[in-house]
């Protein structure tokens, strides 16, 4: 058994309006010295492969055909043996 | 100038439709021998500081007060200076 955690998030260049609305809403909440603040999702997966390099290779496919949207998102990922 | 990396996702035991989502489309994309899928959301916050240990303390206490609903999601962060 493997676990992925892949993080993905929006590429630099793109417009975050979630990000801003948390970022007013912590400045709201006194917070100061923020800068930026950028949202993205966190998917955590567990699958059975034959091998760590299986493993690596589904969850890049799985990435690439359906969790990141890579016009506007970069991903990266790391997988470990449980 | 530091940078927080801040995973939130949700207590082993809530439910989350979203990752079951997820699981049902990637089996449907032909994706075999999935375990589970959770999803979670990853918050990046650059911020000024005067040292680490304040940069660490001001992220914990914006993820209590508002980033994370501790109910029922679990948050773990690292900051980094840049």
């Known amino acids: 058994m493997f676990e992925a955690e892949i993080k993905i998030s929006l590429k630099k260049t793109v417009a975050d309006p979630q990000g801003l609305t948390i970022k007013h809403a912590l400045e709201s909440l006194d917070f100061k010295g923020l800068n930026e603040v950028r949202m993205g999702k966190l998917v955590r997966i567990r699958l059975e492969a034959q091998d760590q390099a299986q493993a690596q290779d ?21 997988v470990e043996q449980l």
């Not at 589904?58 to 055909?65: A, F, R």
């Open 58 to 78: 589904e969850v890049k496919q799985m990435c690439e055909k359906l969790l990141a949207n890579q016009i506007i998102e970069d991903f990266s990922f790391k």
